[in-house]
């Protein structure tokens, strides 16, 4: 078994049987040529391991053969020692220059022969090694990245419908694009940017991404989800880490916009080419902090024509070939003043993609434009609940019916969505997952409760989309100094004879009560038309039986599992 294979190029037939003896000598096979030309011939047929070159040849010296060589081999390692009677160093270093790795000085020491095949060997096995390595990698690079894709990007929903540009500077990328709706219908949506950019900088995607889509399934809203994600990446980032992130949520009939941005360039509200509103970032980025700073959600009413585009600061810190920055007035202008044919995120796009050409961005660029029409209005069944942890008091009778008594005060009202952990608990006493229309009872009982019963708001308030921001700007305003009061649920479950099960829910708050036949009237003369109070009526038309008991701050509502 030989060593390998080597190439000897010199047009002195007594050089080349010398040479050639002392390699076999060593074990090797020996491939002759004897010009320059031939040279290249034979490498290509014969895929040598080492070239022993001589310089000075009629027609292609050994410079430009070894260039053509060397160009031929492409990234396999082949090394080319020149053999030379010419010792000046312009002559070594264009040796050098043109892809040689060595030289041997003319006569030949079998000693220094030897050594150099010696080292060349060494620096072969290495070179193998770290090529096993580095296709190892590719590989675990590669699986990585699909699995890492179906946990942060499988879940999404109705990304079609959205303008997405996303250009990673790695394999892996910091930057990351989520959507999901509540059981209600609401569209979260949720961009992030994490320090750097790679695998190092990918490592908090996952869990972020898991928080957010579990928490919105549950029904939390954005502050919740915000809360949660900021302790997470808290707890497992290290320090110099963090995640620039902003948050929207679109109401369901898309009338509405509620949005939180900590840390990347501001979100903007365009229709046509005009900057509708501006939502600069308010808070520190996600992480940096133990205790997230109670997170303002900016509100906004939506109108025909709003597009809302969230970018990272890969956009405006987007570079081309001179090293200058795409910047955030080049962005307002390219929205101001490109085509009018076209949409908001098709002249932002072909801007930056042209501005960056191909060349290669040091972070990742990522860039996201929500049409705010029909086209992502909430589907008329809304998406099921999920589960989270159970808290309440739980009694099982014989005939297999139970019941749940929960109390919350106002410390708990001010922070806590409850209506994810009653129907954990349903859930669980049931045996199987309740449907959507659970959700929509629960929550509208506990909503209605909590504005009207505790807060003391009036729904009239709401009667058009300004009133509508007012009224959440309002209720936002109450709920953080709301002192006392207290809502109580209670859940129980009664199987017939034919083994299905009812719901009897009932919702009492501390406040002060309405008269819900005169809302009543009033709601069923403006049903198409009114922005509130619509939900008690969905509850009425969703239930068995349902019940407002005077003063008005006690609702009872029948449900058929």
């Known amino acids: 078994m030989t060593r390998g294979k080597i190439l000897v190029v010199d047009d002195e037939p007594t050089n080349r049987m010398i040479l050639g003896a002392q390699l076999r000598h060593l074990g090797y096979e020996i491939v002759e040529a004897a010009d320059g030309l031939d040279a290249v011939k034979l490498a290509h047929e014969t895929r040598p391991d080492v070239v022993f070159m001589d310089i000075m040849m009629p027609g292609m010296d050994g410079y430009e053969a070894t260039r053509r ?25 264009k040796g050098l220059e043109s892809g040689g790795d060595d030289f041997l000085v003319k006569p030949i020491s079998f000693a220094m022969l030897q050594a150099r095949l010696n080292a060349i060997e060494r620096v072969r096995r290495l070179n193998h090694t770290l090529r096993q390595q580095a296709e190892l990698m590719r590989r675990d690079e590669q699986l990585a990245e699909e699995l890492f894709s179906g946990v942060i990007t499988a879940p999404n929903v109705e990304m079609e419908k959205f303008g997405v540009m996303y250009l990673p500077a790695d394999t892996f990328s910091g930057d990351l694009i989520l959507s999901a709706r509540r059981p209600t219908g609401e569209l979260h949506l949720l961009m992030g940017d994490f320090t750097g950019h790679g695998l190092y900088a990918a490592i908090g995607a996952m869990p972020l991404a898991q928080i957010f889509h579990s928490m919105t399934a549950k029904g939390y809203g954005p502050v919740s989800i915000l809360a949660e994600m900021n302790r997470k990446l808290f707890e497992m980032l290290p320090t110099e880490m963090f995640c620039a992130a902003c948050i929207a949520s679109i109401s369901p009939d898309v009338r509405n916009l509620q949005i939180w941005n900590g840390g990347l360039p501001e979100a903007l509200l365009v229709r046509d080419r005009t900057i509708v509103s501006r939502f600069p970032s308010t808070s520190l980025p996600l992480g940096v902090i133990e205790d997230l700073i109670e997170p303002e959600m900016v509100h906004h009413v939506l109108q025909p024509g709003d597009h809302l585009l969230i970018m990272t600061d890969g956009v405006t810190e ?32 072909v801007a930056v993609e042209s501005f960056i050409a191909d060349r290669r961005q040091q972070d990742d660029i990522s860039l996201l434009c929500v049409p705010c029409d029909g086209s992502i209005a909430a589907p ?6 999920a589960d989270t942890a159970p808290v309440a008091e739980v009694a099982v009778s014989e005939d297999r019916g139970w019941t749940l008594n929960y109390r919350f005060e106002a410390d708990t009202i001010q922070r806590l969505d409850p209506v994810p952990l009653i129907l954990n608990q349903i859930r669980d006493l049931l045996g199987t997952e309740p449907d959507a229309h659970l959700f929509t009872i629960l929550s509208e009982l506990y909503n209605n409760a909590v504005d009207h019963g505790l807060l003391g708001l009036d729904s009239a308030q709401k009667g058009n989309a300004d009133g509508f921001a007012s009224y959440l700007l309002e209720r936002e305003a109450r709920l ?37 036949a005169e809302t009543r009237q009033r709601l069923m003369r403006n049903a198409e038309t009114a922005l509130s109070g619509r939900g008690l009526l969905l509850v009425e038309r969703l239930s068995e039986s349902f019940v407002v008991h005077p003063p008005g701050n006690r609702v009872e509502a029948v449900y058929a599992v």
């Open 318 to 349: 987007a570079r081309n070939a001179a090293g200058e920055m795409f910047g955030s007035e080049r962005v307002l202008t390219t929205l101001r003043e490109g085509q009018p044919a076209h949409s908001p995120f098709a002249r932002l796009y």
């Open 480 to 516: 953080e100094t709301l002192q006392t009061g207290q809502i109580a649920i209670d859940v129980s479950a009664r199987p017939d004879a034919n083994g299905q099960v009812r719901l009897r829910i009932v919702v009492t708050d501390s406040g002060q009560g309405f008269d819900y």
């Open 380 to 385: 008329s069944e809304p998406a099921d609940a």
């Open 69 to 93: 060589i060397k160009a031929g081999a492409g990234d396999r390692y082949l090394p080319v020692i020149f053999l030379t009677a010419l010792t000046a160093e312009e002559d070594m270093v």
